[in-house]
C-alpha cells in the first residue's frame, strides 16, 4: 500500500536520508529501527506525506479517502478542552466510519475515566494515550507512530500494544518508530533497520536473533545484543 523507491531528503546541504528503498503491504506491521539522529522520524514524515523528498518517490494505494492517522513525537492537544470534546473535535473534522469503533478504542485505551478531565490536568503518560486516541478516530488504513509510547506506565503499555495488535490482525497497517523493546517485542514486527540516513537493512522478526550487523555498524548491532539480552 505504500512504496518508497529511492528516496533522498537534504536540508540545509547535509544528507538526512540516503537513497531509502521499501515497500508495506496492507496489514504489515514495521518498525524503523536505529539510533538517535539516524533518520527515523523524517523517514515516517516522508511516509505520512508531510515532507516532500528532494528526490525519490513515495506512492500509495489508499482503499478509502483519508488513509492515514499519524502519530507525532511531540503530542498535539488542545489544552482547554476536554479528552471528550478533543475527540469529538477530531471526529467532526475526519469523519470516522463507526461510532463502535470509537468506543472500543476508549475502552481499550482506558481513556473512560479521564473523559471528563482536560488535557492540563492529564500527567503525561495520559496525554500520549489521548494522542494517540486523536491520531486514529478515523480508523486509518496505515497508522504511522512517533515515539507513542514515552512515558507510559507498563500497565497502560500493554493495554494500548494489546489494541493495536487486534488493529493489526484485523489489517491495520502499523509503522511505528520507538527506542523501546518491549514494545517491539509485542509488536514483533519486521525492522527496517537505519543508520546516518542509510537503510543497513530490512529483517523479519523471527530473523533478529540472528542478525548480524557488525561489519555495516557495531553501534547498531551493540543496541540489539543488548535488547536480546546477550550483553549484561
Ligand atoms: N529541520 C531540520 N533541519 C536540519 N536538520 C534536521 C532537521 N530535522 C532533523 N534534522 C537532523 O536530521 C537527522 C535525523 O533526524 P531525525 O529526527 O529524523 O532522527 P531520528 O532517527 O528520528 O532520531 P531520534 O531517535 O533522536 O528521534 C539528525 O541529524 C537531525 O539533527
Known amino acids: 500500500m505504500l512504496t518508497l523507491e529511492n528516496i533522498t531528503y537534504k536540508k540545509r546541504g547535509q544528507t538526512l536520508l540516503s537513497q531509502i528503498n521499501g515497500e508495506i503491504n496492507r496489514g504489515d506491521c514495521v518498525t524503523l529501527f536505529g539510533p538517535n539522529g539516524a533518520g527515523k522520524s523524517t523517514l515516517i514524515k516522508i511516509m505520512a506525506g508531510l515532507v516532500k523528498p528532494s528526490k525519490g518517490k513515495r506512492s500509495i494505494q489508499p482503499e478509502h479517502k483519508n488513509p492515514i492517522g499519524y502519530v507525532p513525537q511531540q503530542t498535539a492537544l488542545f489544552k482547554g478542552l476536554t479528552v471528550r470534546d478533543q475527540i469529538k473535535y477530531y471526529q467532526k473534522l475526519t469523519k470516522p466510519k463507526s461510532n463502535e469503533f470509537i468506543d472500543d478504542m476508549i475502552l481499550s485505551l482506558g481513556l473512560s475515566q479521564i473523559l471528563n478531565k482536560r488535557i492540563e490536568q492529564l500527567s503525561g503518560g495520559m496525554k500520549r494515550k489521548v494522542n494517540l486516541a486523536v491520531g486514529m478516530v478515523h480508523q486509518p488504513e496505515l497508522l504511522l507512530l512517533d515515539e507513542a509510547f514515552v512515558g507510559v506506565d507498563l500497565a497502560a503499555k500493554h493495554d494500548m500494544l494489546t489494541w493495536l495488535r487486534k488493529l493489526n490482525n484485523?489489517?491495520?497497517?502499523?509503522?511505528?518508530?520507538?527506542?523501546?523493546?518491549?514494545?517491539?517485542?509485542?509488536?514483533?514486527?519486521?525492522?527496517?533497520v537505519l543508520d546516518h540516513g542509510v537503510m543497513i537493512d530490512q529483517v523479519e522478526w523471527d530473523s533478529v536473533p540472528y542478525l548480524n550487523l557488525n561489519r555495516q555498524s557495531q553501534a547498531l548491532q551493540k543496541m540489539f545484543d543488548v535488547n536480546m539480552g546477550s550483553v549484561r
Open 170 to 192: 484485523q489489517g491495520t497497517t502499523i509503522v511505528f518508530i520507538t527506542h523501546d523493546w518491549y514494545v517491539i517485542q509485542h509488536l514483533q514486527p519486521t525492522m527496517w
